[in-house]
């Protein structure tokens, strides 16, 4: 495969998670799952609980941001709410929803599902009710993490704004190629009016 080729799978792939992203965090209840990416720089907070990570000095009190947010994670799977409630009975709290989750990623994986069974250090976002909330896979439970989805929605408008200023150029850079070639045309007919050919034949029709 070619740099150019490899590139464009690159950019392609990070387009379709930008819109997996966006349709966790807006729209239809759905859930979300993130995992740590395959960094080696990541290694030491893999696995771990925030009680672990606090206890090597990676998380304080009041500093989780540190270490837990979205550009050390890859989101690996979006799914429907709905879904999972139409197949599980007495889904009535959120906890309930947390605990199905983790049953359903450890022992009934769908098949389109390639991450690792659902793990310490893994993150789950929930969209409900149009809320958005994070929830970190503890050691013994889920630790909500308010700081990583606020994160995660600064980051999907600072996209959208981009992805606005992109589109708003390329229009800008239509209208002006219009323009110009517009210009170009209106000059040519100025220049032509005295074009020897054009005199020639203005002299016989009159």
Do not use: C
Request: no cysteine; proline share 2%; aromatic share 6%.
């Amino acid at each position: 495969m070619s740099e150019k080729q490899r590139a464009a799978e690159n950019r392609d792939m990070a387009d379709k998670k930008q819109m997996q992203e966006t349709a966790l965090l807006s729209g239809a209840d759905k859930y979300g799952i993130y995992q740590l990416k395959d960094d080696p720089e990541l290694s030491r907070l893999r696995f771990k609980g925030t009680w672990s990570l606090k206890q090597a000095g990676i998380l304080k009190e009041n500093a989780e941001a540190v270490a837990i947010k979205p550009e050390n994670y890859d989101l690996v799977y979006v799914g429907d709410l709905s879904e999972l409630k139409a197949k599980t009975a007495g889904l009535y709290t959120q906890e309930d929803t947390l605990h199905a989750l983790f049953e359903e990623f450890n022992i009934y994986q769908p098949k389109d599902y390639t991450g690792h069974s659902l793990s310490v250090g893994d993150i789950v976002v929930l969209r409900e009710d149009g809320k958005n909330t994070a929830h970190y896979v503890d050691s013994t439970d889920y630790t909500e993490m308010p700081h990583f989805i606020h994160m995660l929605e600064n980051r999907r408008e600072k996209e959208q704004e981009t992805n606005r200023a992109r589109s708003e150029g390329r229009m800008t850079g239509k209208e002006s190629l219009k323009e110009k070639l517009a210009g170009r045309k209106d000059l040519a007919a100025e220049v032509g009016k005295d074009h020897p050919t054009r005199k020639r034949q203005k002299e016989m029709s009159l």
